[in-house]
């Protein structure tokens, strides 16, 4: 069992940055994929991006590849630097942690999620 908890949302201006964790309160992430999503208001919850923790392999949604950055540092914390942020990227952005089988896009395949955190970009 792997709880994960988010930190480091708020409001920002576009063009501006954050630093989004997620940290493992129990269990360790070594052994996951690791994934971050997001959720707009009226919208489906979508892939952000996410990086295997065996090797540090990652990948990204297109709409924020040259923008976010995810990377990890510890045994049990991931981060997802964001920059040039615009306002469609408003949303509560989620960590999850699933089997480390590449890095999946979808949602299901992933067992562990944390509660969200909000980033909201004013335009």
């Known amino acids: 069992q792997v709880q994960l908890a988010e930190s480091g949302g708020g409001l920002v201006q576009a063009g501006g940055s954050l630093r989004l964790s997620c940290s493992a309160s129990?269990?360790?992430?070594?052994?996951?994929?690791m994934g971050w999503f997001r959720q707009a208001p009226g919208k489906e919850r979508e892939f952000v991006g996410g990086i295997r923790w065996s090797d540090g392999s990652t990948d990204y949604a297109d709409s924020v590849k040259g923008r976010f950055t995810i990377y990890r540092n510890s045994a049990n914390t991931m981060y997802l630097q964001m920059n040039s942020l615009k306002s469609e990227d408003t949303a509560v952005y989620y960590c999850a942690a699933g089997s480390d089988y590449g890095v999946p896009s979808r949602p299901v395949s992933y067992f562990y999620w944390g509660a969200g955190t909000q980033v909201t970009v004013s335009s």
């Open positions: 129990s269990g360790t992430l070594s052994g996951y994929a």
